[in-house]
């Protein structure tokens, strides 16, 4: 059995409990707002036009994607790679060393891709994070000046804020368990060399 051990955690118990926590008060935060704050984000936009079609098109232009549907589908692909992961992992009681750290490595490497996008793909979006409370409107089916206001805006910005900060704090403790088990696996195999 050299060289072959039973099979354990690829990634550190203190990253792995992290990650868990961070996505378990994301799950938690989404699933709450779901039926609060976000309930209605189209109806939240409230503007001073009566022409058909102008309020769809200023909350086009207000929020191409809600930013609730993006933290949305960043939670179910980290939660599709876990699930894969550990389907992968599940039935092989016995691993090679360098197999767990190499299925470790690529899973954590790909949470750290997933939350980035995800953070380009917002900073894209919405550059300045959050969105305007009240914004003027200045497109096709409406008047001159149309002036919408978001509401329950201040709610909203708490919960992208607290969505934002628990991205970045899981890109980060990904960062760090990429840098140690690279690390450590240099060290191992110098040692193994020597």
Request: hydrophobic letters at 45%.
């Amino acid at each position: 059995m050299d060289g072959v051990i039973k099979r354990g955690p690829h990634v550190s118990s203190c990253a792995r409990n992290y990650l868990a926590l961070v996505f378990g008060i994301r799950s938690l935060v989404v699933i709450t707002n779901t039926f609060t704050i976000w309930k209605d984000d189209f109806l939240d936009l409230k503007c001073n036009s009566t022409r058909v079609g102008c309020h769809h098109q200023c909350y086009t232009q207000f929020s191409p994607m809600s930013p609730f549907i993006l933290f949305i589908l960043q939670i179910v692909f980290i939660f599709t790679l876990s699930m894969a992961n550990y389907l992968y992992n599940r039935d092989s009681l016995y691993v090679s060393q360098n197999k767990e750290w190499k299925t470790g490595f690529i899973n954590m490497l790909a949470k750290i891709l997933i939350e980035g996008f995800f953070l380009f793909l917002h900073h894209m979006l919405y550059p300045n994070i959050l969105r305007p409370h009240i914004f003027e409107c200045h497109i096709t089916p409406c008047e001159k000046t149309v002036v919408c206001t978001m509401l329950k805006s201040q709610q909203k910005d708490v919960f992208v804020m607290w969505m934002y900060i628990c991205s970045c704090a899981s890109l980060l403790i990904g960062v760090r368990e990429i840098y140690s088990s690279v690390a450590k696996h240099t060290s191992k195999s110098r040692i193994y060399y020597l």
